[in-house]
């Protein structure tokens, strides 16, 4: 079985200055995800993170609860945790959206309350499959 997990969160330290966060994250999340069978995407904006991850529920719950607790970031909100039949990312990639963004405008303000609209988050996720060439 596969799991599902979905979530946006706000970063401690927000563009310009979270460079050494987005490289040391990339490189943990790369190694981890791949030993554990997990793949995903995340998209870093100028505020927030949009991640998505999907792999086996134990290996899922392990590195959720490491983001869980990650100072890099706060207010983790999970939009969907779903059961999957089959992956929608068949890699874990990284995808930047720059400052001002089109992502930034679809986290903020709505999907950090709960609960989330059901649209927006299908459009979020739609966008981030886009970022990850996975559409
Ligand atoms: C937004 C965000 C996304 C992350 N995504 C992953 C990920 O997909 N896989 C991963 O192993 N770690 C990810 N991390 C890093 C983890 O929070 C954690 O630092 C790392 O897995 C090491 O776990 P540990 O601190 O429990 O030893 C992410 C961190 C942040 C802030």
Redesign the pocket.
């Known amino acids: 079985m596969l799991r599902s997990v979905f ?1 946006v ?1 706000v ?1 401690s330290t927000p563009w310009p200055h979270d460079g050494s ?1 987005m490289k ?2 990339g490189e ?6 791949a030993s ?1 069978g ?1 793949t ?1 995407a ?1 998209i ?1 904006t100028e505020d927030h ?1 949009a ?1 998505i ?1 999907e792999g086996p529920p134990p290996a899922i719950d ?2 959720m ?6 100072a ?2 706060w207010r ?1 909100t999970v939009l969907e945790e779903v059961d999957l039949a089959e992956r929608l990312f068949d890699r ?1 990639s990284l995808a930047f959206a720059g400052r001002a963004s089109l992502v930034d405008l679809r986290v903020t303000p709505r999907l950090l309350s709960v609960p989330a609209d059901p649209a927006d988050v299908r459009h979020l996720k739609e966008l981030i499959r886009a970022f990850a060439g996975a559409l």
């Open positions: 979530f969160s970063k966060d040391a994250i943990i999340a790369r190694a981890r995800n554990l997990i995903g995340l870093s993170f991640g991850l392990a590195v609860a490491s983001i869980f607790r990650d890099r970031h983790v874990w």
